[in-house]
């Protein structure tokens, strides 16, 4: 079982949570914990063997504690995997890389869809065998009933995470106001910079020594939600900006398939504008 809360920060919580575990015979395996001296806040991860009880049970007796302090709280079977929608548009390898990785076993979801605004035979070098694709195109005159399909499709679906792997749609307010926390997104830039389009061909221009991605929770603020993982790679003034894309292609793919496996984990914790990570 993993736990995770977040509350204000006070004495006795880490003791009434090992408390509560070892009198129901619970076992921690990991547990990770910070405090907050600037919000005031705790957050903490355990991870436990929970021996007979089930995880409703635990949920149920855990409650009158999670109100006492507050605490914003999940406790969740990780043998129960997570529904995973994915949307993508033109550029493929951000949904091929997840695709791998959830083949090989690495990334513990189901994918319950994958949505573009592009034809299937876009995708026509990656595996998609087996998984329901769905053709949604947009144009500015259609956003917002090619947004209520899409949303249409979380509900039916059930999908608890939505992945927009280089979907170059922007969400409405509305849409984002409802993925909120549970959308990621994956920006072709280190972040805050070189916002906007062509940012390869920004940086190559500005002489930068350092090119990156950003993997964060989308909000109605464009490119402004949490950020969950970052990565850069150096470079030099020898690199073109086709050098600069294929090396940002390699980051992306990475940064955003760290950020949903620890989404995934519930290694990721929201505190304010920030998130608080537990890696492993």
Known sequence: ?????????????????ASFLFDRGGNIIDAQQFG??????????VVFEAGEASAEALREAFAPIGAEFGMNWTL?????RRKVMILASQADHCLSDLVWRWRRGELPMDICAVV???????????????L???????????????????????QSTGAELVVLARYMQILSDGLAAKLEGCCI?????????????????????????????TAHY?????DE?????????RISHRDTPAALIRKGRDIERRVLARAVRWHLEDRVLLNGAKTVVFTD
């Open 132 to 154: 329901p694709f769905h053709h949604l195109p947009v144009n500015r005159d259609t956003k917002l009933e090619q947004e209520a399909a899409v949303w249409a499709l979380v």
């Open 218 to 222: 989308v909000t109605a603020d464009l």
């Open 185 to 213: 997104n994956i920006h072709h830039s280190f972040l805050p910079g070189f916002k906007g389009a062509r940012p390869y061909h920004q940086a190559h221009a500005r002489g930068v020594k350092v090119i990156g991605a």
């Open 1 to 17: 079982m993993i736990l995770t809360l977040s509350c204000a920060d006070r004495p006795g919580i880490v003791s009434r949570v």
């Open 225 to 233: 939600g949490p950020i969950i993982e970052q990565d850069v790679e």
């Open 36 to 45: 907050d001296v600037e919000t005031g806040r705790f957050f903490m991860r």
């Open 76 to 80: 969740r079977d990780p043998k129960v």
């Open 116 to 130: 573009s605004n592009h034809p299937a035979e876009t995708y026509s070098s990656i595996d998609l065998s087996g």
